[in-house]
């Protein structure tokens, strides 16, 4: 854990694809060939809410995103890891269009959801990205009441009819946060005031509010003691019933612990993909296996 | 083997891995000679040897002990993963395997040294030349099977778990050996039951040695072929040798 959370530190630039090295050469400086860069494993699922295919990002003419081809399975954990840089953060940045923010930024490719375009013009952003929803490292509830933090979106999308409708919205999503005993007696009091645990749960609450179908976490537990962490992926198993889920880790414990389905990066190229189970025992490909022992530069 | 301990960002976990595998291999040299010694004692009526044998069993399983706590603690630390979790799960087994050898080699200790002290009777030349053989046998597998574990050659692995079989027809034909004698004079009888413990010993050297060797296969190609037909593995063998 320490690992990753003095990683990160220096890294975020690294991560939103600002400093993403230019071509396809290893840390030791050996060229890896078209055949190295082939995804290994299976990238399509049977039960696919998502299916990114040939899709590229770039930032200026950083190519940070190489042509990958990945579905998202419904009710299941994927996670995404790699060295910082590798693009596995601007990758689950594009499932709910979060690059469209940034100005350089330009994706070639599809993403579907439910078979239909995300990225098509007719495609309403905000609403594309409640059914899409994000959690991010450090955890962002808005200065206002828990309360607040999680009727803003049920409110601003209309979900709620009235005041007794937005109570229990509040609440359900609070309890299947795991966040509503703590916090029921205080509900006025500001979210900042929570620690950053209940902070992370409050900002899961407030994505589950607005009823999405995948939820997407961009490292949610660096910033969180081993115990906060331990509270989130019990959590994250427990979602995994309703919500498809993307996560983006540098803990490959943490991967390792949480997720169905692993898919490794390296430099913008998808490398490998597969079950969990396997992808840490005995990964195919020479690249993911001296990344998870821990042999990479 | 020296590439799994090698190449890790954090030079310490080289150093751990490095520690097994030579725990590994310096108790793979020590059962080696334990059943070395123990034929040996069989073949000469040696007690002083055989008494050896015994006395060094406490190092044998120290070493097991020793090398499995550390095993437990470089996971718990290290929480391996991929290739250097098979290394160390395989060498947990292989341990684990080696120490029964040395079982096997306090067995055949005993047959020239009983439990009581008392000397065991004197074994016929026709058992000590079987034994001597059949030793020869298991202990080059044992060997070639260590070896391959640590240059992770899956094709060497596979010759051992092929010997296997010849080593067993060995065993067969040893036991017909013996048989014929007991026919031949009844009054022999008590000193067969000792001679078939003894091969049948040997023999599970063998066993042992086929187990290190399958335990590489797990290692190099992360297949678990514990239970996998014999015949199989190294008709895959033969295919791969051809391939490459």
Redesign the interface.
Known sequence: MNNAVAEEKTAPSTEAGVNVKPSHRQPGGVDLTPQDRRTVGTVTVDNAIMSARDVNVYYGDKHAIKSVNLDIARNQVIAMIGPSGCGKSTFLRCLNRMNDTIESARMTGVITMDGSDIYDRRQDVVQLRARVGMVFQKPNPFPKSIYENVAYGPRIHGLASDRAELDDIVQTSLLRAGLWEEVKDRLTNSGTSLSGGQQQRLCIARTIAVNPEVILMDEPCSALDPIATARIEDLIDELRASYAICIVTHS??QA?RVSQRTAYFHLGDLIEVGETDRI????RHKL???Y?????? | MSEITEGHTVKGYDVDLAGLRLGLLEMGGLVLDQVQRAVNALASGDEALARSVLTREEEVNAYDVRIDEDSITLIARRQPMGSDLRAIISIARAVSDLERIGDEAKKIAHAVVRGDGKRSTRPSPQLARDARHMARFALEMLRDGLDAFDRMDATAAVEVVRRDLELNAEFQAALRRLLTQVMEDPRRLPAMLDAVAVLKSLERVGDHAKNIARYVLYLVEGRDVRHEDTAVLIAEGARKSAQS
């Open positions: 490959m414990q390792a840490f025992t005995n990964p993911t296996e001296d998870i022992t821990g042999r990479f530069g």
